[in-house]
């Protein structure tokens, strides 16, 4: 019996819960933890090395019934200006027009459009993902991890409740987003690894 088999609580695949489509009436809302939340880009430079950016603000909810969890659906949204190399003129090059153009273009917005089961713990999950004003399919392979009571619940009343912790990952190319300053001294193929805790019935601190 599998793991998803065993407990209502370990949804087949819930990998399908990070992003998904169409809402069932006995679906509930998901929140991200944000501070348990990070999402990061890599890209090769010139072959030398790898390089990575990361973003620090999320929002957004899932909608997902446990009893089917392909019906689910899934919206959020990443604000461009909470993205940092770690080096400031580096990032402000990154917010600015040759690349993201946070000023006119402030979201990154992915939204939840089908998923496909590929294991007991594991899916593909595809969606309308919005950059600079540029919207495509993009798919995330989605692995999760853990599903239940979080620890941490036994010390802070915002963790208690039932948990799920997932990496999600995707490969894009950044000029079908109108990102193609640099190309190819910066790879146009760029990795997004999430990862995430998120909490049945939202959460708040």
């Known amino acids: 019996m599998t793991a998803f088999a065993s407990l209502r609580r370990a949804i087949p695949a819930v990998a399908a819960v990070a992003l998904t489509a169409a809402v069932p009436a006995a679906a509930e809302t998901w929140g991200i933890d944000p501070t348990h939340t990070d999402l990061t880009v890599a890209w090769d430079h010139s072959g030398f090395s790898t390089q990575i950016m990361s973003f620090y ?22 604000p461009v200006a909470s993205m940092s190399t770690g ?33 007991d713990m594991t899916a593909d999950v595809t969606g309308d993902m919005t950059i600079k004003g540029v919207t495509l399919p993009v798919t995330f392979a989605v692995e999760v991890h853990k599903i239940g009571e979080h620890p941490v619940g036994q010390f802070f009343d915002a963790y208690k409740g039932n948990w799920m912790g997932f990496t999600a990952t995707a490969t894009l190319n950044r000029s079908e987003f109108g990102i193609d300053a640099f190309i190819p001294i910066g790879s146009d193929e760029v990795t997004i690894v999430i990862n995430s805790e998120m909490r049945e019935g939202g959460f708040a601190m």
């Open 57 to 78: 603000e999320f929002s957004g909810t899932l909608e997902l019934d446990l009893d089917n969890v392909e019906a689910a659906k899934a919206d959020f949204t990443v």
């Open 87 to 119: 080096y400031e003129l580096f990032t402000n090059d990154l917010l600015g027009a040759n690349f993201f153009d946070a000023e006119n273009h402030p979201e990154i917005r992915f939204v939840s459009t089908s998923v496909t089961r590929t294991g």
